[in-house]
């Protein structure tokens, strides 16, 4: 399934510069996620490459997948080789955090790329829906993208209800 962010998150476009892709593959035991985006400088978080906490105050780009009884799975990736794995059952109700998987970060001149592999036994039962974020920027600069708009007073990427319908076999 291919996911490109290339809108804020209320659904204005968003520049050519800014447009991040990311292709998801269910295959047996796994999910791998191949993330193509642009590189902002942004500083890195603290400490190591692997689990990040709130990994979102910097620049990253996520992806959630959702399941029966809004249960889903949050997934971040930053170009520093950080990453947050989050399983939440309800909105914002996390139930397993700080989750190991293996992902892979690197810089390309003005792109970064990344490549994970997630345990397939994470993702909630499905139908799937899905959503694709990408965040950047500090201070009033700070810019919040989105694959499919959630429109509302303030960025909110837990707005499960305008997530799109997940295909797997494309």
């Known amino acids: 399934m291919r996911f490109e962010i290339h809108r804020t998150w209320e659904g204005h476009a968003c520049g ?19 993330i193509d985006a642009p590189w902002h400088g942004d500083a890195p978080p603290e400490g190591p490459p692997g689990p990040r906490p709130a990994l979102w105050n910097h620049e990253v780009v996520e992806l959630f997948i959702v399941g029966r009884h809004d249960r889903y799975l949050e997934l971040e990736f930053g170009p520093h080789g950080h ?19 293996e992902y892979t970060a690197r810089r390309a ?6 490549e994970a592999r997630v345990p397939a036994a994470w993702l909630p039962e499905g139908p799937h829906t899905a959503n694709a974020y990408a965040i950047h ?10 694959h499919t708009p959630v429109p509302g007073p303030a960025p909110d990427y837990h707005r ?4 799109q319908p997940v295909n797997w076999a494309t």
Request: proline share 0%.
């Open 16 to 34: 050519v510069d800014e447009v991040v892709v990311i292709d998801a593959t269910l295959r047996d035991a796994w999910l791998e996620v191949w």
């Open 83 to 101: 990453h947050l794995a989050l399983r939440l059952d309800g909105v914002r109700n996390v139930v397993e955090s700080a989750m190991s998987l």
């Open 109 to 114: 001149g003005s792109r970064w790329l990344g």
């Open 137 to 146: 920027g500090v201070g009033s600069a700070r810019r919040y993208l989105a």
């Open 160 to 163: 499960l209800a305008f997530f």
